[in-house]
């Protein structure tokens, strides 16, 4: 095993322990009457398998299997509109008393797909840049039709991310740029303008609230009540935490950051924040020493998706991004997050082992 694979699982090892610290706390405002805590390890022991198992998939073997997992995920994504609507989205199947949300799961896939496409038109600018959009699209829409608007951003900046390092000619770069730059105005313009125009693509303006309440608190007070609490005890947990709880909606899952930031303070942040730079730093050396476009493409991709995901989840908590309902990878609790993360990181390692036996 390399040097980069024992830090990526030790990595793993403790940050699955400080969300497992983390959803203690979070319980101890008493409301909750589920024991997320035993079932969050229960989530860790199962992922771990998956992980395990994951890592000794071959990458010829993933290359094979990769579209028709691509497909299978986009159907679930198709039969996500006759689910059952769960605060106000439909992202989750139900079966036997667990919940399945797909979208965590096929980020890894996602990343991969993208990475193949990249590959495969490497030679071919202009049509890698069709085949990456045509790829991506349908899965944007998707996961932003659910609605689940943090994710879809998260996919997006993924997505972007490849195309621009996949893409060599300066030219089609800049082109990327602007164009991204046009549409990123746009978007902005109707969302604080003409929000109306919206259903005439289909999209219900409700899906823009949180980051209209964003930019004025006031047009959704209960967004903003709950950053407010966030903030305050991001604020309350001073340099090294403080032993009373302050009452958090979601504190165990989407807004899980905001209680270590007040159990363990600065310090505790800090070296949580560490620790998944460490976690970036490692994917970013596993790219740069990359024997092959592929894996240069699919750690970036992995690397962007996490690097993008941490940033967004500990924004949100403290007000300098829309709250979106997104998870902070391995630390909220969720057993499709969970196992999603996990599979990640044992693709990362089978694409590590495969480099390895190749050199």
């Not at 589920?34 to 998956?50: E, G, K, R």
């Not at 902005?188 to 823009?208: C, D, M, S, T």
């Not at 560490?274 to 240069?296: E, G």
Request: hydrophobic share 55%; proline share 4%; with cysteine.
């Amino acid at each position: 095993m390399t040097t980069n694979q024992k830090l990526l699982l030790q990595l793993l090892f403790f940050l699955s322990v400080t969300s497992c610290v983390a959803i203690y706390f979070a319980e101890q405002t008493s409301q909750y009457t589920t024991n997320f805590l035993l079932q969050q390890i229960l989530f860790f022991a199962v992922s771990s398998l998956v992980c395990f198992l994951s890592s000794k998939w071959k990458l010829p073997s993933i290359r094979k299997w990769l579209w028709l997992i691509y497909l299978f995920f986009i159907l679930l994504l198709l039969g996500l509109p006759f689910t059952t609507e769960t605060n106000g989205a439909r992202r989750w199947y139900k079966l036997l008393g667990f919940s399945f949300q797909p979208t965590e799961i096929l980020k890894s896939f996602f990343i991969l797909a993208l990475a193949a496409v990249a590959v495969r038109y490497e030679k071919k600018p202009a049509k890698q840049i069709l085949a990456l959009i045509v790829t991506a699209v349908p899965i944007l829409f998707f996961i932003f039709r659910e609605p689940d608007l943090g994710s879809a951003i998260v996919y997006f900046v993924t997505f972007f991310a490849i195309l621009l390092i996949a893409n060599a000619s300066r030219k089609w770069i800049f082109a990327l740029l602007l164009g991204a730059f046009t549409v990123f105005s746009v978007v902005f313009y109707v969302i604080f303008n003409h929000l109306e125009w919206l259903q005439l693509v289909g999209i219900e303006p409700y899906q823009f609230a949180r980051i209209l309440s964003w930019m004025d608190p006031s047009s959704d007070p209960s967004a903003s009540y709950q950053v407010g609490l966030s903030m305050i005890a991001v604020g309350s947990g001073g340099i090294s935490g403080q032993s009373s709880q302050i009452y958090i909606p979601e504190s165990h899952t989407d807004m899980i950051f905001s209680t270590i930031a007040n159990q363990f303070g600065f310090i505790g942040v800090s070296v949580l924040l560490f620790v998944f730079l460490l976690l970036i730093q490692v994917l970013i050396r596993l790219a740069l020493d990359a024997k092959n476009s592929f894996s240069v493409y699919a750690y970036t991709g992995f690397a962007v998706y996490f690097a993008f995901n941490i940033f967004e989840n500990i924004a949100m908590t403290i007000g300098l991004m829309p709250l979106t309902g997104i998870p902070l990878p391995f630390i909220s609790y969720g057993g499709s997050s969970v196992l999603g993360n996990f599979i990640a990181i044992g693709i990362l390692l089978a694409i590590s082992q495969y480099e390895k036996e190749s050199a």
